[in-house]
């Protein structure tokens, strides 16, 4: 991701591109805050071209986000799966494990909980039966994720291609379990798994809102992954089989039972999102239970500098521009494309300004 | 000062000066190239070679100073404008597309991208009647990523001629390559300059400076430290001048060798289907070095890699300290004491994006001493990375900066700093010194040696001549895959050990049942200069 290699002709490239070695405090401050600012100044453009007011558009995002009780827990919530994907993904990605798969992970791991919650377990206590249906989802998404890696170790495949494909794989199956042997019959005909049992569903965090404590699981995921990551040997292991797979073979670090912890962890944690996503919000399973979490979770990580205690607070900005954007373009009656693309937006360029927190151009 | 006698330079570098930041790259620096003639820049990594060419070609944009080519004064800052003036460069990693074929890499960068066909067929006949001109002969079709780094390199200065460079620069150009491809090189350059070119090589090695060049220009610290003709000087006064002041690479003393502590008989690796070592027989001692020598890519890497624990042999017997062993795991190694120098210390010696405390530590990591319960000891790791800064003068770096930043030497000093640190009863070093400049050099070797001294077994596997003369007390050729008996250090000389690399092994060399009758590997004879 240097400069080193671009189409343009090579030899009147004025630029280098250069690590930093050391972050100026000022810089790491204020480059998000420009990026937003870019971000938002690119979309009033947008906005005015649609007639609205672009001031009160960009007060709208803010209220739409934090404005109300409703809406600050609405982001809150919809930050919840967005953490755990970008754990996954920043986890996946340190050690240079590229797990595209996080989607089909997701809903893995969501259709588990419904088969189990449902029925199976379902005579279980609520405190006995949660967890198990955690672990449950969380297995479904490393079994998913092991495909690929058992594909790479094997036969030198690229998981980028086989993790990507397999979430059609995984979307169309859980399309079939709901349209099948797990179709609710209440439903009138709709595509919708069975419900989980009621004392399946996780606890509220605030009443009268949907923000449960999922939120919460997600956090301390995101706390023990950096603790896993900086402090323990499988960190330091898996970070040197990211970095320089070669010199971490020298080194000793079991290369293939590394990448087989990374991605029992990386897809697990998709299948937890996917997991909590059922119990804490919906209770049940369609095949838009995801609005791209898992893809969406790429960002987060990239956000993130893959680092997992960055990954909460890219959560946090993800989901507060997708509410926040939904909310303007509600209330000013504009095109909702313009909502998605303030949230592409600001998503570009505040990945551009944490690229040049890292980099400096150098004559 | 020597003055130019050949009519106007080509050429001229007048007073450049750079800085970055605290750093003076270079100071006042003033060079002139005279037409055919082929002139060193020596100096060692960091004295400002590289800063100086790259402000030449317009890389970098000097503070002040002014670069004329016949006499005419170039615009800083445009590679554009020196490529018009004829001056080519080729870089030490080099700018080729390995999917693309050698015509269509020449010709990259050359047409409009706009212009509706290419015109190939111009293109071949103007690269084929360069080839010829310069003997530099290469197939144009043949795809870039399937010829060799020699090869590679041809295509690269073809590149630079195909553009009509009459000046031509060279970043360290036998960095990658073997003695025989560095040998061809030097005379394909002679053929250059006799032709009326003129060239500029940048090297750090006293050998080839004082065999090539017409004239030598010594960079120390940013300046010019002297200018030399190569017929009047020699490579003591350079190495000084280099430096700053006088190195000896320490020197051997006869060696008291112990107890066998690894014995490998008929021993056959196989790597990816092919053997690559062919019942080989050798023995380690302590306090005695073993010396491996041969031209490159004769088993070196797979010697090197089963030494290291990464490759497992397929035929044959080991005895590690006198027990059996069928295979030599990293870990066990690393829990016997076994130190290991890899060949290639940025792919596999270090972890560059890493903390050096990380890649002190992390061969060791499992270790009650680093990590209990999965849970790794920082502080201790941080301590045991500071001791081996401070006790192997490993210089630019703390413990918790990136490993990256440390130049080669120092890198090596790291990796040597972590083996050397526990008193290793073998040490494995494969090409130690590959790379470092002279400074660096007798730093690595002094270390070498002084554990030798206090009893540990060596394995020194080096494509250096030299080094391996200085160094090993008994010394075998690796020739194919094949090792010849050991002779001892003191009948060595070079004509001997070039006949021994060259696979001509008499049978005072080799016991009767001589498997080796394939005759000399390779092409040419594989001489030690």
């Known amino acids: 991701m240097t400069g080193s290699a671009t189409g343009l002709p090579a030899k009147d490239i004025l630029m280098r591109l250069e690590r930093r070695e050391h972050r100026p405090l000022l810089l790491v401050v204020l480059s998000p805050i420009l990026a937003v600012v870019a971000a938002l100044a690119l979309a009033g453009l947008l906005i005015a071209a649609a007639g609205a007011p672009v001031l009160e558009a960009y007060g709208r995002i803010l209220t739409g986000a934090f404005g109300t009780r409703l809406a600050a827990t609405e982001t809150l919530t919809r930050a919840t799966p967005l953490m755990l994907t970008g754990l996954a993904a920043a986890v996946a990605f340190r050690a240079r494990l590229w797990n595209i798969g996080a989607e089909g992970q997701f809903y893995l791991g969501a259709i588990m909980v419904a088969a189990l919650g449902s029925t199976a377990l379902s005579g279980l206590p609520g405190p006995v039966l949660i967890p198990l249906l955690f672990t449950a989802g969380a297995i479904a998404g490393m079994a998913l994720m092991l495909v690929p890696l058992w594909l790479r170790l094997r036969f030198s495949v690229d998981e980028v291609v086989t993790s990507l494909l397999l979430n059609f794989v ?103 999102a996917g997991a909590i996503e059922v119990m804490g919000v919906k209770g049940y399973v369609t095949t838009d239970l995801s609005p791209g979490y898992g893809y969406a979770g790429i960002i987060v990580a990239m956000l ?28 000013l009656g504009i095109p909702t494309y313009i909502a998605d693309v303030t949230v592409a937006l600001s998503l570009l360029t505040m990945l551009i300004a944490i690229f040049f927190t890292q980099y400096r151009i150098r004559r | 000062m020597i003055a130019d006698t050949t009519a106007a330079p080509v050429l001229e570098l007048a007073h450049i000066s750079k800085r970055f930041g605290p750093i003076v790259a270079n100071d006042d620096i003033s060079i002139a190239l005279g037409r055919g003639e082929l002139l060193a820049l020596l100096g060692e990594n960091g004295a ?22 016949d006499g005419v004064e170039l615009p800083h800052g445009r590679p554009r404008a020196a490529i018009k003036a004829g001056v080519g460069m080729v870089h030490q990693h080099f700018s080729l597309a390995p999917n693309l074929t050698v015509l269509e890499n020449v010709m990259t960068g050359t047409e409009p991208l706009w212009s509706p066909r290419s015109r190939t067929s111009a293109a071949r006949r103007k690269l084929l009647s360069i080839a010829e001109r310069f003997g530099l002969g290469v197939d144009p079709d043949a795809r870039l990523g399937d010829l060799s780094v020699g090869e590679q390199q041809r295509v690269e200065i073809l590149k630079a001629l195909y553009n009509d460079a009459r000046i031509l620069i060279l970043d360290e150009p036998t960095a990658v390559l073997t003695n025989i491809e560095a040998e061809r090189l030097f005379t394909t350059l002679r053929e250059m300059a006799r032709q009326g070119l003129s060239l500029i090589f940048i090297s750090h090695k006293l050998d080839e400076v004082m065999a090539a060049a017409d004239r030598i220009v010594v960079l120390r610290g940013g300046r010019v430290a002297a200018e030399r003709r190569a017929a009047e000087t020699n490579k003591a006064e350079l190495a000084e001048l280099m430096v700053g002041h006088r190195v000896t690479r320490p020197t051997r003393e006869p060696a008291k060798a112990g107890a066998t502590v690894f014995q490998a008989s008929r021993l056959t690796v196989s790597i990816g289907g092919v053997e690559r070592l062919k019942e080989i ?228 060399d080799r016991t009767p049942n001589d498997r080796i009758s394939d005759g000399p590997p390779g092409e040419g004879h594989p001489h030690a200069s």
């Open chain 1, 170 to 272: 995984a979307v169309l199956f859980v399309s079939m379990m709901i349209d099948g042997p797990l179709k609710d019959p209440l439903a009138f005909g709709w595509p919708q798994s069975m419900p989980v049992a009621d004392h399946a569903l996780l606890p509220k965090l605030i009443e009268r809102s949907r923000l449960h404590i999922g939120l919460a699981v997600a956090i301390v995921a995101a706390l023990l992954v950096y603790l896993l990551q900086s402090r323990t040997v499988f960190g330091l292991q898996s970070r040197a089989a990211g970095l320089n797979p070669e010199g971490a073979v020298f080194a000793g670090v079991p290369l293939a039972r590394t990448l087989v912890k990374v991605a029992c962890l990386s897809g697990g944690l998709a299948g937890l």
């Open chain 1, 304 to 331: 993130a500098n893959l680092n997992p205690l960055g990954v909460i607070a890219a959560a946090f900005f993800t989901a507060t521009m997708f509410v926040g954007a939904d909310g303007m373009s509600r209330a």
């Open chain 2, 48 to 69: 400002g070679k590289t800063t100086l060419m790259s402000i030449l070609f317009g890389h970098y944009t000097p503070d002040e100073g002014t670069v004329r080519v």
């Open chain 2, 281 to 508: 027989d050798f023995f380690l001692r302590e306090g005695e070095t073993l010396g491996i020598i041969g031209v490159s890519g004769n088993g070196q890497a797979a010697l090197s890699q089963l030494m290291g624990g990464l490759a497992a042999p397929t035929g044959g017997e080991m005895r590690l300290f006198g027990e059996p062993v069928s295979a030599l795991d990293v870990h066990d190694l690393v829990e016997a004491g076994i130190g290991r120098i890899p060949e290639d210390r940025h792919r596999q010696g270090a972890i560059g994006e890493m903390t050096i405390w990380e890649n002190a530590v992390l061969e060791r990591i499992r270790q009650p001493l680093f990590s209990r319960r999965g849970i790794v000891n920082r502080s201790a790791g941080q301590a045991f990375a500071a001791t081996i800064i401070e006790e192997f003068d490993v210089r630019g770096g703390t413990p918790t900066s990136r490993t990256r930043l440390l130049s080669g030497g120092n890198m090596q000093k790291l990796i040597l700093g972590r083996n050397l640190y526990r008193r290793p009863k073998i040490l494995i070093a494969a090409q130690p010194t590959r790379g470092l400049d002279e400074g660096a050099v007798a730093a690595v070797h002094a270390r070498i040696l002084d554990a030798r001294r206090q009893g540990t077994a060596v394995l020194l596997i080096s494509e250096d001549l030299d080094e391996v003369i200085g160094l090993a007390d008994r010394i075998q050729a690796i020739v194919k895959g094949r090792l010849s008996a050991p002779i001892a250090a003191e009948d060595a000389d070079p004509r001997r050990l070039g006949l021994m690399m060259s696979g001509d092994w008499t049978s005072s």
